[in-house]
C-alpha cells in the first residue's frame, strides 16, 4: 500500500482570544498554507477533552441518557458522558460520569478509543471508555442544569435503534459503533 498524497498543511500565524463562554473559550486564528501562502481567519472553540461511557450490565444491556440538549432544543438519547477537568484521568472521568449521571458503577473499565468530536472548528478529544458488568448501586448527583432520565437497551437491538433514528448524537454514534467493533456484532 502507498502512502496517500496528502494536502498541504496550514501554520498558524496569530491566535487571539476572541470569547471566553465559561465552558469553553473562541480563539481567532490566522493561519497560512504553506503550499502557496493563502491565509484565512478561522474561529477555533478550545474546550476540555469530554468523555462517553458505554456501560454494559452483565444482561448485555446498555445504559443510555436521555435528556435535553439546548443546542437543538431535542431530547437526546446517548451514552453517559461529560467532562474531563483539567489534570483529570479519562477514566476515572468516564466511571465519575456514569455514577453521577446513573447511579450504575462498574469494572473493568477500558479505552476504546478516541475521537474528534468536530475537527473543524473544535480542538478537543472524546475518550470512548467501556464499563462491564454494571450494576445501579449510587445515587443520582446532576450538575445543576442536568436532568437525565436512564434507560437500558439491549446491545443486540443497538443497530435498529440507529437505523430507526432514535440515537442521533453524533458522538454517542461513534461510541456505538466502537462498541459493535469491539463486541464483534
Same mark, same amino acid.
Given at each position: 500500500? /502507498?502512502?496517500?498524497?496528502?494536502?498541504?498543511?496550514?501554520?498558524?500565524?496569530?491566535?487571539?482570544?476572541?470569547?471566553?463562554?465559561?465552558?469553553?473559550?473562541?480563539?481567532?486564528? !490566522?493561519?497560512?498554507?504553506?503550499?502557496?501562502?493563502?491565509?484565512?481567519?478561522?474561529?477555533?472553540?478550545? /474546550?476540555?477533552?469530554?468523555?462517553?461511557?458505554?456501560?454494559?450490565?452483565?444482561?448485555?444491556?446498555?445504559?443510555?441518557?436521555?435528556?435535553?440538549?439546548?443546542?437543538?432544543?431535542?431530547?437526546?438519547?446517548?451514552?453517559?458522558?461529560?467532562?474531563?477537568?483539567?489534570?483529570?484521568?479519562?477514566?476515572?472521568?468516564?466511571?465519575?460520569?456514569?455514577?453521577? %449521571? !446513573?447511579?450504575?458503577?462498574?469494572?473493568?473499565?477500558?479505552?476504546?478509543?478516541?475521537?474528534?468530536?468536530?475537527?473543524?472548528?473544535?480542538?478537543?478529544?472524546?475518550?470512548?471508555?467501556?464499563?462491564?458488568?454494571?450494576?445501579? /448501586?449510587?445515587?443520582?448527583?446532576?450538575?445543576?442544569?442536568?436532568?437525565?432520565?436512564?434507560?437500558?437497551?439491549?446491545?443486540? %437491538?443497538?443497530?435498529?435503534?440507529?437505523?430507526?433514528?432514535?440515537? /442521533?448524537?453524533?458522538?454517542?454514534?461513534?461510541?456505538?459503533?466502537?462498541?459493535?467493533?469491539?463486541?464483534?456484532?
Amino acid at each position: 500500500m /502507498t502512502d496517500p498524497i496528502l494536502p498541504s498543511p496550514w501554520d498558524l500565524q496569530e491566535d487571539k482570544l476572541h470569547a471566553d463562554c465559561r465552558i469553553f473559550e473562541v480563539r481567532k486564528q !490566522t493561519l497560512r498554507r504553506r503550499s502557496d501562502g493563502v491565509e484565512g481567519d478561522f474561529y477555533v472553540l478550545n /474546550t476540555n477533552d469530554w468523555v462517553n461511557v458505554l456501560a454494559l450490565t452483565s444482561e448485555d444491556e446498555l445504559v443510555l441518557v436521555r435528556q435535553f440538549r439546548y443546542g437543538s432544543k431535542e431530547f437526546s438519547l446517548e451514552p453517559p458522558g461529560g467532562v474531563v477537568e483539567k489534570g483529570e484521568d479519562p477514566m476515572v472521568a468516564g466511571l465519575r460520569e456514569l455514577q453521577e %449521571e !446513573t447511579g450504575y458503577v462498574g469494572e473493568n473499565a477500558e479505552l476504546l478509543g478516541i475521537v474528534r468530536p468536530n475537527a473543524a472548528i473544535l480542538s478537543n478529544r472524546c475518550h470512548v471508555i467501556l464499563v462491564r458488568n454494571v450494576k445501579k /448501586t449510587a445515587l443520582l448527583n446532576f450538575d445543576q442544569h442536568e436532568e437525565l432520565v436512564t434507560e437500558l437497551f439491549p446491545v443486540r %437491538e443497538l443497530k435498529e435503534r440507529v437505523r430507526a433514528g432514535e440515537i /442521533t448524537h453524533s458522538i454517542g454514534l461513534n461510541s456505538i459503533l466502537m462498541l459493535l467493533l469491539k463486541l464483534d456484532l
